[in-house]
């Protein structure tokens, strides 16, 4: 450890102890809205009720990272191990207690909250629950907790983790302390060899290519078949679908652009006119978007009015229909399942793409809008294996209609092959990864 990485620590972990103060208001007033925030705070100090000896110790501080963990979670408690789960937000804790209240309930695992950034806070984590390895969901790099488990000869992995161009340059312009920080995880277990060549790049060892634990997420089989069914109910098998998913406010225009110049296409060379199913991010834009979509003339059906609660569609189909307006929520898969294309929303707003990882999960190609830095991985990986694109803006998102992007069923299934089974490849990289793990106190 250099000697600037050492006086980092010691000025970190002494802002951590004297900012104490404003930590807690900060808690004590997110707590005024979410009390959890508040609850079993002296876990925040180190100080736990009832131990763990020997427990698999999964960091995943919010909600994201903790549904991203899950499968890995299940696979290791079914395969008998005892597991640990640290969070900093009351939604990832909450949300493992609901998945696995079974397993806590008959003391296979614990939920607590990580500890603050102090040495002190973590001797007391380690004392109790003494993990025989470390998983740090994504890309969290929370100095104090690397080298207070390698003071604690605790193998700490980097998990699903991904370095984006963006932190890369940052860390290269301002921050070269955080490589030497990153080089403190005993390894790391990354998305895609793209990955693993940037981690590499700043002198990490021990990199393994696992894959993207996303893609092991359980997708709901029943919204599969009723998408599936869907489709035959409308009348749709023999008619092009595509499925625009999460539309945020300011981009519709560039949607009903490529519609129009999409049907013209087809009427002009005597194709079937294709259904689009239209789903808003929001709820609150519903009757917006189905006002918007009516004004310039499109038959618009409601899934609310279309299908029963069930999914189930009701009699008779109806006829003659452009759009079906997604107006629900948590049916995505229901939606996407029905679709040839899929155009992903949120990629023609500064603020960047939504996740591309369900319509890939299900095999489909996708189009979203030119800013993707927000899905770089898997964006990037999937750019280059021909199975997405992105397009500058109405005129070549319609021209990429009108010109039927669709890679070949070998292209995506090459890519989904790469880049899932992302918890069976990290079970079985670990064992190596912690012979060659190289732990220093």
Known sequence: MTLPLRLFLWFWSALWTAGLPIILTYLWRRGRKDPDYFKHLRERFGWYSGTLPGAVWIHAVSLGELRSAVPLIRALLDRGEFVVTTHFTPAGRREAERV?????ALGRM???????????AYAGFFRSFQPKYGLVMEIEIWPRMVFAARAARVPLFMCNAQYPVKSMARDASRLKLRH???RGFAG????????????????MRNVVVSGELRFD?????????AGVAARRDMNAQHRRLITIASAIEGEDP???HAIAALRDHHLRHGLAL?????VPRRPERFEEVAAALSQVGLNVAKRSIVFAPDLVAKTPPPIGVDVLLGDSLGEMYFYLAMADQVIVGGGFNPK??????????LRKPVITGPHTGTIEYPFAEAQTAGVAISVADAAALSAALINGFQPDAQAIDAFFAAHSGGTAKTLAALPDLMARAWIRG
């Open 217 to 225: 997420q359980p997708i709901p089989p029943q919204l599969i078949t």
């Open 100 to 104: 696995f209240a079974d397993d806590i």
């Open 110 to 120: 614990r939920v607590v909250w990580v500890p603050f950034e102090t040495k002190w």
């Open 254 to 256: 560039i949607y009903l």
């Open 274 to 278: 294709p259904l689009i199913i239209y």
């Open 188 to 203: 790391a277990l990354v998305k895609s060899q793209l990955q693993a060549d940037r981690f590499t790049s700043i002198g």
């Open 352 to 361: 960047g793409a939504h996740n591309i990882i369900e319509p890939l999960a």
């Open 180 to 182: 030497e920080i990153m």
